[in-house]
Structures are given as C-alpha cells and as structure tokens.
C-alpha cells in the first residue's frame, strides 16, 4: 500500500515538473535569451567606459610623470 502511495506521489510531483517546464513555452524562453543578451551588452559597455577611464587616468599620471 506504502509503495503505491509512493508511486502516485513521484507522478504528480513529475507532472508537476514537466508542466512548470512547458508552461513558458518558446516565447518565454527567447524573451529570457533576449534579457540575456541584454545584460551581456550592458556589462560590455561598463567594462569599455571602466577601461576609457582608465587609460585617460594612466595617461594623465603619465604625463606627470615625464
């Protein structure tokens, strides 16, 4: 009796699983791929104007130092 209990409860735990995963469909998963992408681009452009800061500053203590 245990083990059927059991059996019923990993089906609906696994129906529970697929449909979560289903649920989004393809629409929902590039959405997420566009907000990645997003990101992605947003970080690079952080990294660039850190980078331009930099070299200006490097310059600067350049000069400074000749």
Excluded: D
């Amino acid at each position: 009796m245990f083990y059927i209990i059991f059996l019923f409860y990993l089906l609906m735990l696994l129906a529970v699983a697929i449909a979560k995963g289903c649920s989004g469909g393809f629409r929902s998963s590039s959405e997420s791929e566009e907000q990645m992408r997003i990101r992605y681009e947003q970080k690079i452009q952080e990294i660039r104007r850190k980078t331009e800061r930099l070299q200006k500053e490097n310059e600067r203590l350049r000069k400074i130092k000749f």
